[in-house]
C-alpha cells in the first residue's frame, strides 16, 4: 500500500515547528509572508511554500 504524505500544515502543526504561541501564528499566517489556503474557517499552510519561507528568514539572518 502507497503511503501519501501530506502538503499542507495546520495552524497547530506550524505552532509546534516554530515554538510560537496561537496570537503569534495567526498573526504570522495573516502577514501574508506565506501562502496560506483558508477552507472554511480553517487555515492549511503548503509545506513546500512555508519551508522556503522559513529558509530565506534563516538565511536572511546571516
Known sequence: MCETQKETLTVKEMQQILKIGTNSAYNL?????????????????????????????????R
Open 29 to 61: 499566517i495573516h502577514s501574508k509572508a506565506f501562502p496560506v489556503i483558508k477552507i472554511g474557517q480553517s487555515y492549511r499552510i503548503p509545506k513546500g511554500s512555508f519551508y522556503a519561507w522559513m529558509a530565506n528568514s534563516c538565511a536572511a539572518k
